[in-house]
């Protein structure tokens, strides 16, 4: 249980697949320290690289022909954190991570995030709140981190692999993409993460989520 005087910090890349998977493990991850870390596949954090410097000092029209002009910034890769911000009870926390990238219009700045995954409008929902947060912590910066504002626009842009062909005894792997606007909602961020601190302040840690894999695997080994 936290007391008020406590400050928590989050990252936006926990809430869709820690917080919304399992609040138990969530809880914790967050108040207990305990957390069970699955390796991330170092070829994505490759591609990831990949992507990130190809489009690093190009035009914005590459990503959407929608978007504003400007130049995309994609090699920023320093921790960026929030200055201490309330919930809606009063209670601190604070942010903390890395983006993809930017886009630097004449009088406004786009947060970019970059997906390999299936092309779906679904992942609006799922990185919405991820996105959210990004701009939050750019626009309210702790003193020396990068402050980015107004931010006006959050969108991701989705990699999917489509074709694989050959040429001169390369394998090439062919990559649909897509941009998907998120829209900016800061009441409702603020209104979500007073609902993670409703669970992390309670006296009682919160029940299992029935598909957890991690919690039905507890029960197993008990």
Known sequence: MLKKQNIINYSPSEFAFGFEACN????????????????FPGIFSKMDKLQKNFYH????KLLSENLEDGEIVGDFNKMLK?????DLKDRPFTLSGKIDGYIKHKDSFTIVDFKTTKI????VD?????????ALMMEKPKEGSLKLTPVKRLGIFCFEPSDIELENNNCNMVMETH????????KDLISYITKIQDVLYSKTK???SPTCGICNFKKVMK
């Open 82 to 86: 929030s200055e201490i911000l309330y």
């Open 120 to 123: 779906n409008e679904s992942k």
């Open 179 to 186: 941009w998907f606007d998120i829209p900016r909602d800061d």
């Open 24 to 39: 138990s493990c969530y809880y914790d991850k967050k108040i207990n320290g305990v957390e069970l870390k699955v390796p």
């Open 206 to 208: 919160p029940k299992s």
């Open 126 to 134: 799922a990185y919405a709140t991820q996105l959210q947060t990004y």
């Open 57 to 60: 000092g190009k035009s914005s």
